[in-house]
């Protein structure tokens, strides 16, 4: 009977995190515009023909449509069912792995943000002030739930990685990082707490040296590296695997 009322809530979040995902295109495609994402109907960006709520059911109605607008035909970016697709995986493995606790509910949307500005990062080379803003609101949250046993830890991760790299900012006149990468880590640190913290850094900046240096390679890539989207998916395993991964690692040193 548990069994069973785990595997509803975790499809009740996969279903609720592929909806949100729709919302996260609209973010993804209106903030850096500029535009407002509250109000404001969706539309085909070829033809301008708004979309009705059986044109918006998250995946489905790209699948069923073909990928194509239902009045003119054209084409819509596989972009949108992926973003449904990874922000519904994401929150359900965060669900399982992190259980049915508040602190759970506040990861979720930290989650989506770090999918928001991965693309975004990707696309403008830039990390909208407001989501860091937004991140770290909820990191406040999340020290709050934490009371004051891990109060310093919180603090700790805020300024662990931002101040070593927004020094690095000032000395290098903002060449060798960007100033949303400083204030990325100050917000994710928040969330995660010191330890945490410098295992997300660490892992970001190994899968972004990986990744990018085998995408210079293969795809001709420029140099130019925009961090985000590896300082994200380094914040997201921490958040899922953080404890269990500093530990075995103080464990190596003998600590
Ligand atoms: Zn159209």
Not at 102 to 126: C, G, K, N, Q, W
Not at 209 to 226: N, P, Y
Request: aromatic share 10%; net charge positive.
């Amino acid at each position: 009977m548990e069994m069973m009322l785990e595997i509803f809530i975790l499809i009740f979040i996969f279903v609720t995190g592929a909806c949100a995902g729709s919302f996260l295109n609209v973010l993804i495609l209106r903030i850096p515009a500029g535009e407002n994402f509250v109000t404001g109907r969706s539309h085909c960006m070829s033809c301008g023909y708004t979309l009705t709520w059986y044109d918006m059911i998250p995946v489905l109605s790209w699948l069923f449509y073909g990928g194509k607008c239902r009045k003119c035909g054209a084409k819509i970016s596989f972009q949108y069912p992926l973003i449904e697709l990874t922000n519904a995986v994401l929150w359900t493995v965060t669900a399982a792995v992190c259980g049915p606790e508040l602190r759970t509910l506040i990861l979720l949307p930290v989650i989506s943000a770090l999918i928001v500005i991965s693309v975004i990062d990707i696309r403008t080379f830039e990390i909208p002030f407001g989501l860091n803003v937004f991140i770290g609101s909820c990191g406040l949250a999340v020290t709050i739930l934490g009371g004051r046993a891990e109060l310093l830890s919180h603090l700790g991760g805020f300024f662990i990685i931002s101040l070593p790299l927004f020094i690095l900012f000032l000395i290098s006149g903002g060449n060798a990082i960007g100033g949303g990468d400083v204030k990325l880590m100050a917000a994710v640190g928040l969330v995660l707490g010191t330890g945490n913290t410098v295992a997300a850094f660490i892992i970001g900046c190994f899968l972004g040296v990986v990744i990018h240096l085998v995408r210079m390679k293969v795809q001709g890539t420029g140099s130019r590296l925009a961090l985000g989207p590896y300082l994200a998916a380094g914040s997201i395993i921490a958040i899922w695997a953080g404890n269990p991964l500093v530990n075995w690692y103080l464990n190596l040193l003998g600590l």
